[in-house]
């Protein structure tokens, strides 16, 4: 008997590839107003999810690209963050991050309570009971119409 066939067996996981695939067309509140993703079209854009607000590493991945984004911006690269935290919960997390690094996040951190977003782009797992999404980043250019 192999030592890991006493093992629980763990739920299978499917992954699909969107490499190739229409971006999925979203509306959602952000920290700059309403995002609208087939709003883009014609640039690039870094879909990066982060699984919570106000936590270590994922301050650190934001203040990274908060410093980067003027570079990004000059590659015509749009950044576009999302949790399933509140609109006002990333507010109050960017304002603690230019405060503490004195350092202004000009790119819009959407709010994904429902989970909708994060569950179309398959970055949470479709059998999770939790709201924790993953830590995934995507990019997305939209040369043709997004699908609903």
């Given amino acids: 008997m192999h030592p890991s066939d ?10 699909r590839s969107l490499i190739g695939s229409p971006a999925i067309d979203f509306a959602a509140r952000s920290t700059m107003g309403e995002v609208r993703l087939s709003a ?17 590493v994922c301050t650190s991945e934001f203040v990274a690209l908060a410093r980067e984004q003027d570079k990004f911006a000059e590659m015509d690269v749009q950044l ?8 006002y919960s990333h507010m109050g997390w960017i304002e603690w991050i230019e405060t503490e690094f ?11 309570v429902s989970m909708d977003i994060a569950r179309a782009y398959g970055m949470i797992d479709s059998h999770s009971e939790t709201t924790s999404t993953v830590r995934a980043c995507m990019f997305i250019t939209l040369r043709k119409r997004c699908r609903r």
Wanted: aromatic letters at 10%; charged letters at 25%.
């Fill in 6 to 15: 006493d093992r629980e067996k763990l739920p299978e996981t499917t992954y």
């Fill in 40 to 56: 883009l079209a014609g640039r690039w854009i870094l879909l990066f999810c982060h699984p919570a607000d106000f936590t270590p």
């Fill in 80 to 87: 576009l963050g999302l949790s399933v935290d509140s609109v």
């Fill in 102 to 112: 004195n350092l202004s996040v000009k790119f819009p951190v959407i709010e994904d």
